[in-house]
């Protein structure tokens, strides 16, 4: 599976942006797909998941009520919706595909959100 990640950019604190991660392969219905995110000198954080069929999913208690993740089988394609940003948003943002064994062997390139004061 290959992902590409879009949507960032720079916005201000309170506003909203769509992160969208498109995958290749036939097989994305078959995967547990993620977001995390990273800032420089920090590790990667876990930012929300959702289960193959989209019914089920799971947030950091530091995104819970603002950001939403979907997904799109037919597009092969997952979202992240983010409202309500923080300064401490900002990061690099990355989706991943994983097993649903708290393993993600597939990353996107990542997508940069700035959000400003």
């Known amino acids: 599976v290959q992902l590409q990640a879009s949507g960032g950019g720079l916005v201000q604190a309170g506003g909203s942006l769509r992160l969208s991660c498109a995958a290749s392969g036939r097989t994305f219905s078959s995967y547990l797909m993620a977001w995390f995110r990273q800032t420089p000198g920090k590790e990667r954080e876990f930012v929300a998941d959702?289960?193959?069929?989209?019914?089920?999913?799971f947030y950091a208690d530091s995104v819970k009520g603002r950001f939403t993740i979907s997904r799109d089988n037919a597009k092969n394609t997952v979202y992240l919706q983010m409202n309500s940003l923080k300064v401490e948003d900002t990061a690099v943002y990355y989706c991943?595909?994983?097993?649903?064994?708290?393993?993600?062997?597939?990353w996107g390139q990542g997508t940069l959100v700035t959000v400003s004061s």
């Open positions: 991943a595909a994983g097993l649903g064994d708290s393993t993600y062997p597939y």
């Open positions: 959702i289960n193959w069929r989209g019914l089920s999913a």
